[in-house]
């Protein structure tokens, strides 16, 4: 028996395709924020889990945070949310990272892999009870 192991292909139009469409939509996001204000403009969708128990969810304060860092105002942004803004540079990095990988020949490179799940969650959920918690408040959206 001639088994012939499976060729992997270095490049996955497949992939190509949604990382460029995930680009465009990031950047159409960004544009959008960046010109309209979150604060302001209330076309933007709002939160059901706060608009529900009036508690912050680790993604409220998302827009106005991206809003904050596209005109340069780091400080407001952190305040809006931390997380999201302590986020950005972590998934550029692994953006980047796995940008370097694929070239190299490793087909099976996964983004995000499923044993972060848990702990980025767990992240997540601590994230969220500190800010709805009057000591931690300055982690709450203005
Ligand atoms: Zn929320």
């Known amino acids: 028996m001639n088994a012939v192991p499976p060729k992997l292909s270095r490049a996955n139009p497949a992939w190509e395709f949604a990382a460029i469409l995930l680009g465009a939509a990031a950047a159409g996001i ?3 924020v960046f010109l309209f204000n979150p604060a302001t403009h209330h076309f ?3 939160c059901q889990f706060h608009r529900l128990t009036g508690l912050n969810c ?5 827009t106005r945070a991206l809003y904050a860092l596209l005109h340069g105002e780091v ?3 952190l305040q809006d949310n931390a997380l999201f803004v ?3 540079p972590a998934m550029l990095a692994r953006g980047l990272w796995f940008a370097t990988k694929k070239p190299a020949g490793r087909a099976a ?10 702990p980025l969650a767990i992240v997540a959920l601590v994230f ?15």
């Open 58 to 62: 680790p993604g409220c304060g998302m």
């Open 86 to 88: 302590i986020a950005i």
């Open 75 to 77: 400080g407001t942004a």
């Open 30 to 32: 960004a544009t959008l």
């Open 128 to 142: 969220a009870v500190l800010r709805n918690l009057p000591a931690f408040a300055f982690l709450s959206p203005q």
């Open 109 to 118: 490179v996964v983004f995000f892999p499923t044993r972060w799940l848990w």
């Open 44 to 46: 933007y969708p709002v």
